[in-house]
């Protein structure tokens, strides 16, 4: 029922060529990956399954420069919506989007249904890379079912009978070793089989899931004890939306949980992790050091290998510049140690998973309450037909969310003109995407997809994948 951690890396590297150019399109440099997760409160979970991460195709080609009607192609290429009512009974719905900027994509998603004796464990993955797409690909592939190895065995018959529900710290641990396994094997085990390789050019293949890097969020969901259960390393984020009454009785809003801190340079969580200089090499400017932004993610060898192990790579040419010519990587602060939460659910909650470009563009609180207006739109039910309940657009402020906590201003935003979100979309996905990027302002919207991935807009294009549970 288990298979070692071998069998399953081997057959995802095994169909990497076969899949390569369908995953590909899931997320790119520039990309809006959104899929909703809508709780709707029933009850189903054995970690044995052996299919693949979902994978999308494009249903439409599009090519640039794009006009009003070509704009509106490009958004929806990526879009994909599916109802699980039959194998996930208690998640109505999940929307994804994305929107590629390049052939040569670094983020992707993954959904995968595993099966216990008590129920059924929903999963959804986003890997954002870093320095190419070989690691967050891989990890597409294998943390899932990593994780998912590690809370298998809490659910082994005893007796014939099924074991009571694991606690919230046997499922924190299970987060926790999936990741440091995935990581090692990443990182240095993956270094050990480069070094074995006698022809160069196939051990410096081998060694690409190793040297590039990706942040990852994994939830779970049991709908068993209708727990949700995240592993996060890196700065995408996951917010919780949950429809409540309003404090002045006048109707219903969505609550905004942020349910995740972004692991940055200069994130306050990290602080205490992270020492004030970089040992060995050089100081930290602009919330960067040697290179990096994120202050926990997977991969990333050259700073997470040794001295020694770098100077062996560099000794096979496997590495360059040899670590002799410059200042040493080496960062021991850098880990794959996730952040885990577990939150109980609520029929009628959702989940917004996203990578970090997605995030430079709306706050916490607007994407819930763009999604709590696309519900309302359908009477709250997610797989209700749209009907327009309000006027449109909409300014942030008339948006159905509520905040307990501060905002957080995205990182970029354009001059806007208010109102400016509305609602055309039967895809929530979409419905976040096009707001992001310009919303009633079809022009801003227009230019955004077409704009260049030039050096100084690059950043502000990095739209990323989000999902909603």
């Given at each position: 029922?288990?298979?070692s951690y ?10 990497r060529?076969?899949v ?7 997320a790119?440099l ?7 997760y809508?709780?709707?409160g029933?009850?189903n ?6 299919e ?12 640039a420069?794009l006009g ?17 009512d039959?194998?996930s009974p208690e998640i109505?719905r ?10 040569n994509?670094?983020?992707?998603a993954a959904?995968?249904?595993?099966h ?14 870093h320095?190419?797409?070989e ?19 809490l659910?082994?018959l ?11 710290v046997q499922i924190?641990t ?6 440091e396994?995935?990581?090692r ?9 480069a070094l074995?390789?006698?022809?160069r ?25 209708h727990l949700?259960h ?17 404090p ?9 949980r942020?349910?995740?801190?972004d692991h940055t340079?200069?994130s306050?969580?990290d602080e205490?992790r992270r ?8 100081d930290?400017?602009d ?14 060898g050259?700073h997470?290998?040794?001295?020694d192990m770098q100077k ?8 360059s510049?040899?670590p002799d ?7 021991p ?8 939460s ?12 996203a990578?970090?470009g997605f995030w ?6 607007e994407?819930v309450g763009?999604?709590?207006?696309w519900?309302e739109?359908?009477g ?8 327009n309940?309000r006027?449109?657009p ?8 509520i ?7 995205p ?13 055309m ?5 979409t ?5 992001a990027?310009g ?8 230019t955004m997809?077409n704009?260049?991935l030039e ?13 909603v549970?």
């Open positions: 029922m288990y298979r071998t069998q399953i890396w081997s057959r995802c590297n095994h169909q060529r076969l390569s150019r369908t995953t590909a399109t899931i790119t520039v990309s809006v990956g959104s899929s909703a809508y709780f709707s029933k009850a979970i054995h970690l044995d399954a052996e693949e991460p979902q994978r999308f195709v494009a249903a439409t080609q599009v090519t420069p009003l009607q070509g704009a509106e192609l490009k958004l929806r290429q990526w879009e994909f919506s599916a109802r699980y039959e194998d109505s999940w929307d994804f989007t994305a929107l590629p900027s390049d052939d994509p670094e983020e992707y959904f995968k249904l595993f216990s004796c008590r129920g059924i464990w929903s999963w959804f993955g986003v890997y954002d890379g320095i190419g797409p690691t967050s690909y891989w990890l597409s592939c294998n943390l899932i079912q990593a994780v998912a190895e590690y809370i298998g065995p659910y082994v005893v007796n014939g009978k099924c074991p009571n529900e694991p606690s919230a924190e299970a987060f926790k070793d999936g990741f396994v995935v990581d094997y990443l990182v240095h085990d993956t270094a050990e089989e074995g390789i006698p022809v050019d196939e051990g410096v293949e081998a060694l690409t899931k190793a040297y590039s890097g990706s942040c990852a969020t994994v939830a779970s969901y049991n709908a068993a004890t949700l995240i592993g996060h390393v890196g700065n995408s984020r996951t917010v919780l939306g949950r429809r409540i009454a309003r002045d009785g006048r109707g219903y809003a969505y609550e905004v942020e349910l995740t801190a340079r200069r306050p969580i205490p020492p004030a200089q970089h040992p060995g090499g050089q930290a400017r919330g960067q050091t040697m290179e990096l932004n994120v202050s926990r993610a997977f991969g990333f050259k997470k290998w040794s001295p062996r790579l560099a000794d096979k040419r496997l590495l510049p040899h010519e410059l200042k040493t990587s080496h960062n602060s850098l880990t794959a140690d996730p952040d885990v577990t939150t109980k659910t609520e029929p009628g909650d959702f989940l917004i998973v990578s970090a430079s563009w709306l706050t916490g609180a994407a763009l999604v709590g207006w519900l739109s359908r709250f039910d997610p797989k209700g037909s749209f009907r309940t006027r449109q909409l300014s942030p402020k008339d948006l159905p969310a905040s307990h906590s501060s905002p957080g201003a990182r970029f935003r354009l001059p806007q003109v208010e109102p400016r979100f509305v609602h979309d039967e895809n929530a996905a419905h976040l995407l096009r707001n990027l919303g009633a302002n079809r022009q801003q919207l227009t997809l704009a260049e050096e100084e807009i690059a950043p502000q294009r990095h739209v990323s994948r989000s999902s549970l």
